[in-house]
């Protein structure tokens, strides 16, 4: 199967035409496409199915109890498919079944461990003062997004973990946030607020074939060894802000192939 990615366009400030990659059979957006939610239009009528996860910015100034459902009503107009904490087997050309997990997997503040989970929150309340949003009508805080973050997790750990059983033949996962540190944006390193971009699920990536995410305004694109089988590609085709360069490099048509 052939996928074309895409993720943090911005679209809300951002001058970018989306234009389908030729010979991809699905699309994937792995979120950050337009905080506002208008941009979505610019791919009404994909050629392709188009596979959607959303990013955090999808919620700014949102309250999370309720901004899914309308979320999922505004994509579903598109027909587009939204996926949280779900999964979809589709077919390829040749009639190989592929399994796409997907879920937004907010940061749980971990990625350094427990000692420094306390600073890497205070860090990531910073950016979530940016974001406005609410969830229930509170705050929605570096707490808040923990606990959103180790639903999904556990939903990932265990959605992973069921045999294929003829059922699907690969396994691509969705996420919004990054599953390692090697993710990481080099122009930041190992700080506290990296642990607002990336979480620490390399354990789980043994069970994907494919992980695909976005968040971080860089590429990346490595192997990541597993044993008896091939290594897992993890793979993040953000476009990020022109205004700062990070769209430099960026390749929309470029094809994926699982």
Known sequence: MKLQLLSDLHLETERFEPEPAAGAELLVLAGDI???WAGFDRFAGWPVPVI???GNH????????TAWAELRARTAALGWTLLERERLVVADSTGRRVRLVGTV???DFDLFGAPRRAAAMRAGD???RLMAST????PFDAAAMREQALACRAWLEAELQEAAVDRWDATVVITHFAPSLRSSDPRYGAGHSTASFCNADDDLLPGADLWLHG??????DYLVERSGRAPTRVLCQARGLGRKGEDLGFEPGRLIEI
Not at 58 to 65: K, V
Not at 135 to 138: D, E, L, S, T, V
Not at 215 to 220: A, G, Q, T
């Open 52 to 54: 959607f996860v959303a």
């Open 215 to 220: 968040h971080l305004h860089c590429r990346h």
């Open 58 to 65: 999808e919620f700014d100034g949102r309250d999370l109890a």
């Open 135 to 138: 969830c229930g009508g509170r």
């Open 126 to 128: 910073y950016f979530l």
């Open 105 to 107: 997997r907010w940061c």
């Open 34 to 36: 337009d905080s506002s």
